[in-house]
């Protein structure tokens, strides 16, 4: 189960094309100028299974898909279980397709210097490492 704050099918705003966005409830690095601020508390999400998304997901067989949020690797096992699901039974995805890794907060953060200071993100290396290698 993940806990979800939302499922949005056929966005194209999170993504190039037409996406399905998975918003993950629950965040713990607070970046200021966070679009998304009332998706850091897990507890504000909806229990979702995999299996649910997975369907949602292999509805449209054009769309592809963001993890978004919140912060998605908040749930790691989870979104890894969903990840690896749909790359198992999605039949779009091919190299350049996904993940989107420009939603996933690896290295130095910086909001294009709107606001706050420039902070590393607190994920290790490893953990970078793996959600870049879904």
Known sequence: MLSII????????????????IYAAGCPNACP????PESWDIKKGKQISTEEIL?????DDFANVTFSGGDP???PEGFTK???????RAPYI????????DML????????G????ERWTNFTRDEQYTMMNL
Request: net charge negative; proline share 7%.
């Open 55 to 59: 369907t949602k997901v292999l509805a």
């Open 33 to 36: 100028g966070c679009h998304n």
């Open 6 to 21: 939302d499922i949005i099918e056929d966005t194209t705003v999170d993504g190039p094309g037409f996406r399905t966005a």
């Open 105 to 112: 907060p690896l290295g130095k953060i910086s909001i294009r």
């Open 94 to 101: 091919a190299p350049g397709t996904w993940p989107d890794a």
């Open 73 to 75: 690797m908040f749930q």
């Open 114 to 117: 709107e606001r706050g200071e």
């Open 82 to 88: 969903l990840a690896q699901a749909i790359k198992e």
